[in-house]
């Protein structure tokens, strides 16, 4: 896995060993970035599994200011803060090593230009966390939700005041790209 756009293009990033985490291909990163846009200059991201950090990592690459990081595995931890430091984004990063939701509810006040989605597989959240952001009104006007989860999931992808900006399937997994709208 690495960088594939920005200050840090072709950065080699590292993962957990084993299916603890499952990656999001290249190729699929690629889409997903090109439908949100090449570059982000100032953005803030939240990547609620932050699994390698891949995701965070990318948008800090292709200029985000800022991200806030979860995730809830101690190995996760360790390697998001190894990738963290090889790229030198310390001073970019805020890491979360809790639940997801004990994080969300103590950034509802905070918006977001970009949220990562991107649970285990047997994980069934999505709705769920769609929900909560939309509820809470934390994604900046314009700023879009990306989920990742396995293509045989049913998912809602009808929220008010969203638009889809992307909905394919890639390999095993469907990406959904919500926009907010002005």
């Given at each position: 896995?690495?960088?594939?756009?920005g200050?840090?293009?072709?950065?080699?990033?590292?993962?957990?060993?084993?299916?603890?985490?499952?990656?999001?291909?290249?190729?699929?990163?690629?889409?997903?970035?090109?439908?949100?846009?090449?570059?982000?200059?100032?953005?803030?991201?939240?990547?609620?599994?932050?699994?390698?950090?891949?995701?965070?990592?990318?948008?800090?690459?292709?200029?985000?200011?800022?991200?806030?990081?979860?995730?809830?595995?101690?190995?996760?931890?360790?390697?998001?803060?190894?990738?963290?430091?090889?790229?030198?984004?310390?001073?970019?990063?805020?890491?979360?090593?809790?639940n997801?939701?004990?994080?969300?509810?103590?950034?509802?006040?905070?918006?977001?230009?970009?949220?990562?989605?991107?649970?285990?597989?047997?994980?069934?959240?999505i709705?769920?966390?769609?929900?909560?952001?939309?509820?809470?009104?934390?994604?900046?006007?314009?700023?879009?939700?990306m989920?990742?989860?396995?293509?045989?999931?049913?998912?809602?992808?009808?929220?008010?005041?969203?638009?889809?900006?992307?909905?394919?399937?890639?390999?095993?997994?469907?990406?959904?790209?919500?926009?907010?709208?002005?």
């Amino acid at each position: 896995m690495r960088i594939i756009a920005g200050k840090n293009k072709g950065t080699k990033l590292e993962t957990l060993e084993g299916l603890k985490t499952r990656p999001t291909l290249d190729a699929t990163k690629e889409a997903i970035f090109s439908s949100m846009g090449q570059f982000f200059p100032g953005y803030t991201v939240l990547d609620v599994f932050g699994g390698s950090g891949a995701l965070s990592l990318e948008s800090i690459s292709r200029g985000a200011s800022k991200a806030w990081i979860i995730d809830n595995n101690v190995d996760a931890i360790n390697i998001i803060k190894t990738n963290t430091k090889k790229l030198h984004a310390e001073e970019n990063m805020i890491i979360h090593h809790a639940n997801y939701m004990d994080v969300l509810k103590t950034l509802t006040k905070q918006k977001f230009d970009i949220v990562f989605l991107d649970p285990p597989f047997r994980m069934k959240v999505i709705d769920e966390l769609i929900t909560f952001l939309t509820t809470n009104d934390m994604i900046e006007s314009e700023g879009y939700i990306m989920a990742e989860y396995p293509k045989e999931d049913i998912v809602k992808k009808s929220y008010d005041g969203y638009k889809i900006k992307l909905c394919r399937i890639y390999s095993s997994s469907e990406v959904l790209i919500l926009q907010k709208e002005n």
